[in-house]
């Protein structure tokens, strides 16, 4: 399989959640959640939303298209989707390429204090990592 080839873009992941009735109504991290602060710097100022629509199906995933979108090479197939402010934007996402910001916070415990990931691991899950003072 080449380096461009459209599988050679995706990404495994594994995520947990709690749902936040689960998180307690002490807890700092619901305080962090309603901080205004917080709220602000993650509000949906609204904008465009760019998706090459059902590009793939269950039985084809189409990877010479996808490879072509991922590589701007399939512009003819890019719609954008105009969004308000706090708009929601369903769609089979699996099935439609897009790019959109998403803020994660990640929280991770470990059974033994101390326990660091892997840094080269880290980086590539999480970006570089930002000296803190």
Known sequence: ????????????????????????????????YH???????IAETGGE?????NTRTDTD????????????????????????P???????SCNSPHRTMRIMGVFVYEREPGVLGDPQVNETIYGQQVAVN
Do not use: W
């Open 1 to 32: 399989m080449s380096e461009s080839h459209a599988r050679n873009h995706l990404e495994n992941t594994s995520t947990r959640m709690i749902a936040y009735d689960q998180i307690s109504v002490a807890s700092p991290l619901k305080a962090f």
């Open 35 to 41: 901080a205004p602060v917080v709220r602000e710097m």
């Open 49 to 53: 939303f760019p998706m090459s629509p």
């Open 61 to 84: 995933q189409n990877y010479d298209h996808v490879a072509d979108v991922l590589h701007g090479e399939r512009d003819d197939t890019i719609v954008s989707v105009g969004r308000e």
């Open 86 to 92: 706090g708009a929601l934007c369903i769609f089979r």
